[in-house]
């Protein structure tokens, strides 16, 4: 009789610490027993109750397939499978719970033989902040592809407008050399003929035409520019507020890569004049004679 009180009390005492042990798991614990017509839930830990809202009487012998969604059913069946094949298994499914809501879990499970029954137990862990993770970090994945894209549709139209830029400046300085030309043979007419009144005439109308030849041509690049490089100026001049229009306009030139021959042929200046400019430009940018940084590379980063 002592015997068998000293067996049960030493039983009781195993099952209280098999309890203690599975409730001190981290994540929730299961132990499932195969029945004919599947299997039921047969041992589970107080996390397992407070995770599902099941209650321990709603618990026991409720089945796998209660605790997870009709969409994972098919993964379901082939993790068990294969823990009744080879003894063990690992599963990622959304664990359903009894307000109808669920939660990403992993889990991992073991067969075994408990009193001639074949069983298998395991653990399972919330995943949901990993799988938040990964969504932020695909979401991140996307946004970035979709701001590479972005930025090269921007490079593209960039090129494009600048290409476009370059075309019609070349066809500015064209139409300035043809009235440049009309200017310099109308001097030669002025020269040859010998009325003073007749002389004064055509001397106005070569200085005006040249005149009016460089202002609208400065006018229409500054306009052309500004469609492609519509922020340009303003960065320039929030950091250099001491450039005066024509500066502005040079570094604009620049910016194109532009010669002082090519800039020489929209603005009617003497390319003599051009580079006692870009000197000044340069003490006004804070490079002055440093020869190791390259202006248009300067102003190109601007």
């Known amino acids: 009789m002592v015997k068998l009180k000293n067996s049960k009390s030493l039983i009781s005492k195993e099952e209280t610490f098999n309890d203690k042990l599975i409730n001190s798991l981290p994540g929730i614990f299961y132990m499932y027993e195969l029945t004919d017509h599947g299997d039921k839930l047969v041992r589970w830990n107080n ?32 993790a068990a499978e294969q823990v009744l094949k080879i003894g063990k298994g690992q599963l990622e499914a959304k664990l359903k719970l009894k307000n109808g809501n669920s939660i990403p879990y992993y889990f991992e499970g073991y067969r075994f ?11 399972g862990f919330d995943i949901s902040l990993q ?15 979709l701001s590479d894209l972005k930025l090269e549709n921007l490079k593209k139209n960039l090129e494009i407008r600048n290409k476009e830029l370059t075309f019609n400046i070349v ?55 500004k469609q492609v490089h519509s922020e340009f100026y303003m960065r320039l001049y929030r950091k250099f507020p001491k450039l005066t229009r024509n500066e502005l306009r040079i570094c604009a030139f620049l910016k194109l890569k532009m010669t002082n021959k090519e800039i020489s042929g929209i603005t009617g200046q003497r390319i003599q004049t051009l580079e006692i400019g870009r ?3 340069r003490k006004k940018l804070g490079i002055g004679n440093n020869s190791s940084i390259n202006l248009i590379g300067f102003i190109s980063e601007i």
Do not use: H, W
Not at 113 to 123: A, L, R, S, Y
Not at 184 to 197: A, G, P
């Open 47 to 78: 996390n397992y109750e407070k995770v599902t809202g099941y209650s321990s009487t709603e618990l026991l012998n409720m089945g796998t397939r209660d605790f997870f969604l009709e969409e994972d059913y098919p993964k379901i069946k082939e």
């Open 113 to 123: 033989i408990n009193e001639g029954k074949i069983c298998f137990m395991g653990v």
């Open 131 to 145: 799988k938040k993770t990964e969504l932020d970090l695909e979401k991140a994945k996307y946004e970035q592809k």
């Open 171 to 225: 066809s500015l300085m064209k139409r300035n050399e043809v009235l440049v030309d009309v200017s310099k043979r109308l001097t030669m007419v002025e020269n040859s003929i010998i009325k003073d009144e007749t002389r004064a005439i055509l001397k106005t109308i070569s200085r005006d035409l040249k005149k009016s030849t460089e202002e609208k041509a400065c006018e229409e690049f500054d306009l052309r520019f």
């Open 279 to 281: 000197a000044r430009l």
